[in-house]
């Protein structure tokens, strides 16, 4: 059954939860890990792309966007529709569940001040299904 971890910033900016969300690709791929983020649109797509670049400091992040042949090789995916692969890590950036979450063994959802409701609202749904669900309060 898929592990649902919800990490909670203390930070309320959709930023903070941006590069929270490289900093948990980058300990994933060193665990071995696959990684899928999941946004909510291509341009949020293309601003965690940038970031991956140069985030966490003097590390890049491998990495490729949906459809192109770099996701194909990359430990990291980024993917605003339905993701080609289903390993590992999906790190939901959206303020919904998404469809194929269970196809993942771990699923970790980011909520920061802008999307405590929603947030709320997803652990919900997870936990009414019973999915074992974990809290971090960073």
Not at 42 to 58: G, N
Not at 100 to 105: A, L, V
């Amino acid at each position: 059954m898929t592990r649902i971890d919800f990490y909670i910033l203390q930070d309320v900016e959709v930023d903070a939860m941006h590069r929270f969300a490289c900093a948990l690709a980058s300990k994933a791929i060193e665990a071995g890990s696959q990684v899928v983020i999941h946004t909510a649109d291509e341009a949020t797509a293309l601003a965690i792309d940038e970031l991956l670049w140069v985030y966490p400091d003097r590390r890049f992040i491998p990495h490729g966007l949906q459809n192109t042949p770099a996701a194909k090789r990359a430990p990291v995916q980024l993917c605003w529709d339905e993701p080609e692969s289903y390993d590992g890590v999906l790190v939901n950036l959206t303020t919904e569940v998404p469809e194929f979450f269970g196809r993942f063994d771990r699923v970790a959802e980011i909520v920061v001040g802008q999307n405590r409701s929603t947030g709320r609202g997803r652990y919900k749904f997870y936990r009414d299904r019973g999915f074992p669900l974990y809290s971090h309060d960073l």
